[in-house]
């Protein structure tokens, strides 16, 4: 008597799931012909001590409302990339920075725009977008 019997139909699934798997990962590496992208300057950038950062933003309702309201203009704007969709919204006492890669310097302006229409005014934002085709 054997205790265990493996089923022949779950070795067989089993045998194609990792074969297709293992096939997927192979297909995907060598598939990868862009270059991984280097944070490496942002990220120094961002560590001196007067830079604003996203761990920055203000808690507040007005400065929590300011972002919300900007961020919900951005993502509506359906002609904006998904780098323009994903910039970094930090108000503080409503000073709104604006950080991040856009594709163009339209992308960049149509931001801008966005935010000193809801913050006030152009003063009132600091842009430190950067354009990445």
Sequence with gaps: MHLFQPKKMTVVTSALWLCSAW????????????PQPDNTAVNKRDRNPGEATADQQKINPADRALTAKIRSAVVSDKSLSTYAHNVKIIS?????????PVRSSAEAKSIVSKAAASAGGKDKVVNQLSVKP
């Design 92 to 100: 503080q006492g409503g000073i709104v920075t604006l950080k991040g």
């Design 23 to 34: 096939g997927a990962a192979l297909h995907a590496q060598s598939t990868s012909t862009q």
